[in-house]
């Protein structure tokens, strides 16, 4: 089992992944609109399922492959954190994109929402970096199995975005009309993911060299 230290921050980070500006938020707020609260569930189902793979990719040896390769894993590293500055300047930049601004999008049956969740999933880089760059980093062979704690940490980084998606699906009508007919609320959301985003890829840079030393 991780450390309980580990489990703490290892959650709060993943909180503060799933709070910001990205690919699955954009999408499960503008399905469910678009097509209701049952279409924006069944797409989080594929969500789920991405998570699931990228999760047991690492735990069962693609994370272990990297980190014997100093040279990819820096790689790895500052582009995850070039990308996370990047969607903090999205975020914050005049014009900028509020993840609640909606998408139109047509209408599917559940089994390609459940595809298109996956897809979108899979295919986010934040969720790569989450866990080739930064789960390895809250193991501590010492302590047990890296498995078991890989394992721990993944479904614990699932239920998270699980219980805070499945909200967002629920409310992503109410949440949208909110702050879309309040510029104050949209600006200071923007802004504070965007600070979200910069501490996330502060960390990830500095953390990892700390790591290494």
Known sequence: MPEAGNILAFGAI????VLTPGPNMVYLISRSICQGWRAGLFSLFGV????VFYMLCAAFGITALLMTVPLAYDALRF????YLLYLAWQAVKPGGNSPFQVMELPVDVHRKLFLM???TNVLNPKIAVLYLSL???????HTGSVLA???????????????????????AGSVA??????????????????????ALAV?????GARQQS
């Open 14 to 17: 993943a909180l503060g992944i």
């Open 48 to 51: 789920a399922l991405g998570f």
């Open 79 to 82: 582009a995850g954190a070039l």
């Open 117 to 119: 969740g996956f897809l």
């Open 135 to 141: 789960l390895p980093q809250f193991i501590d062979p």
């Open 149 to 171: 704690q890989s394992l721990v940490l993944g479904f614990e980084q699932i239920a998270i975005s699980l219980t805070v998606n499945t909200a967002i699906v629920l409310m």
């Open 177 to 198: 009309t909110f702050l879309a007919t309040r510029p104050v609320w949209l600006a200071t959301q923007r802004w504070l993911m965007g600070g979200v985003l910069t």
């Open 203 to 207: 960390r990830l840079t500095f953390e």
